[in-house]
């Protein structure tokens, strides 16, 4: 299951947050993104750390 698995694909990532994967892509070549694992081409996301992002987005988004 993916909310089992540490790190994810771009394409489960889209899946298990709704974003989608040209918008997670974007966010991935943002410098010094915090979710980002680099495994020689392969891009993939730190579950945890994109939770956390996410969470950041989502508490800055009510407070405004």
């Given at each position: 299951?993916?909310?089992d698995?540490i790190?994810l694909?771009?394409k489960?990532?889209?899946i298990y947050s709704n974003?989608g994967?040209?918008?997670?892509?974007?966010?991935?070549?943002?410098?010094?993104?915090?979710f980002?694992?680099?495994?020689?081409?392969k891009q993939?996301?730190?579950?945890?750390?994109f939770?956390?992002?996410?969470n950041r987005?989502l508490?800055?988004?009510?407070?405004?």
């Open positions: 299951e993916i909310k698995k790190n694909t771009i489960e990532a889209s974003i994967e040209t918008t997670i892509r974007k966010l991935l070549s943002a410098t010094a993104c915090p980002l694992l680099k495994v020689g081409n993939l996301i730190k579950r945890n750390e939770e956390k992002y996410l987005l508490y800055t988004s009510d407070a405004a």
